[in-house]
């Protein structure tokens, strides 16, 4: 994780669980850094304006000011289980680390006694889930889509060839036998194209910005996905 990404999820961190405070000791723990890089990650949101404060004592620690915090979450244990098993469900998906956050999120937002609750059930309730496939990849791409910029790919096609691709993203599709796919503009074949995502060996998001590719014009593409167009890549 780098720095930018750290300070972000050091302040959803502290979101999540405000009024409570972290210490630096367990917040270092939760993101694989030492102490000190966190006590001065939390200087530089400090400075920047975020409200964290130092709540001093043996139970102290950072806290994040509860007006930009979330309210307790009145969920039942069963129901705070219920969207953990729906959020599970994501595991193979190109979201399945912002799954894994928003249910962290919704456990330290219930009461402390719920929450425990909650988790004392889930420990009960098992599922057979594969591992994320792809991690790095999706999050690359998901970016490229976010802030509309060229992904320049290594592509395996279905015929074992491997080429470098410029693509112009436009969507995520959830396909058959739960692989994820990437639509977009290939420059290579100057048309839309549907990428595999686990055939995509490496993924980088160029500077270039990507021209718009609504949704709604490459979806009548993706029917392909079904029916084995030749689309598919």
């Given at each position: 994780m780098?720095r930018t990404?750290?300070?972000?999820?050091?302040v959803?961190e502290l979101?999540?669980?405000?009024p409570?405070p972290?210490?630096?000791r367990e917040?270092?723990?939760?993101f694989?850094?030492?102490v000190?890089t966190?006590e001065?990650?939390?200087?530089a949101?400090q400075?920047?304006?975020v409200?964290?404060?130092?709540?001093p004592?043996?139970?102290g620690g950072?806290?994040?000011?509860?007006?930009v915090?979330?309210p307790?979450l009145?969920?039942?244990?069963?129901?705070?289980?219920?969207?953990?098993?729906?959020?599970?469900?994501?595991?193979?998906?190109?979201?399945?680390?912002?799954?894994?956050?928003?249910l962290?999120?919704?456990v330290?937002?219930?009461p402390?006694?719920?929450g425990?609750r909650?988790r004392r059930?889930?420990?009960?309730v098992?599922?057979?889930?594969?591992?994320?496939?792809?991690p790095?990849v999706?999050?690359?791409?998901?970016q490229?889509?976010?802030?509309?910029?060229v992904?320049?790919i290594d592509?395996?096609?279905?015929?074992?060839?491997?080429?470098?691709?410029?693509?112009?993203p436009?969507?995520f599709v959830?396909?058959?036998?739960g692989?994820?796919?990437?639509?977009?503009?290939?420059?290579?074949?100057?048309?839309?194209?549907?990428?595999?995502?686990?055939r995509i060996?490496?993924?980088?998001?160029?500077?270039e910005?990507?021209?718009?590719?609504p949704?709604?014009?490459?979806?009548?593409?993706?029917?392909?996905?079904i029916?084995g167009?030749?689309?598919l890549?």
């Amino acid at each position: 994780m780098n720095r930018t990404d750290r300070l972000y999820a050091l302040v959803e961190e502290l979101r999540a669980v405000s009024p409570r405070p972290r210490s630096a000791r367990e917040l270092a723990g939760r993101f694989e850094v030492s102490v000190r890089t966190v006590e001065r990650d939390i200087s530089a949101l400090q400075q920047s304006g975020v409200p964290i404060y130092a709540e001093p004592g043996r139970r102290g620690g950072y806290v994040l000011d509860k007006s930009v915090s979330l309210p307790p979450l009145n969920f039942t244990p069963a129901e705070a289980v219920a969207v953990a098993v729906a959020l599970s469900e994501a595991s193979g998906s190109p979201f399945a680390r912002h799954a894994r956050s928003a249910l962290r999120k919704l456990v330290a937002a219930m009461p402390p006694q719920e929450g425990e609750r909650a988790r004392r059930l889930a420990a009960r309730v098992h599922l057979l889930v594969e591992p994320e496939p792809y991690p790095r990849v999706s999050r690359v791409i998901e970016q490229a889509l976010l802030h509309r910029r060229v992904l320049v790919i290594d592509y395996m096609d279905a015929k074992g060839e491997a080429t470098r691709r410029e693509v112009e993203p436009a969507v995520f599709v959830g396909g058959r036998g739960g692989h994820w796919y990437l639509v977009g503009w290939c420059r290579l074949r100057r048309d839309v194209r549907i990428f595999r995502l686990d055939r995509i060996g490496r993924a980088e998001e160029t500077d270039e910005p990507s021209p718009e590719h609504p949704p709604e014009r490459v979806m009548p593409q993706v029917p392909g996905l079904i029916f084995g167009s030749p689309e598919l890549e």
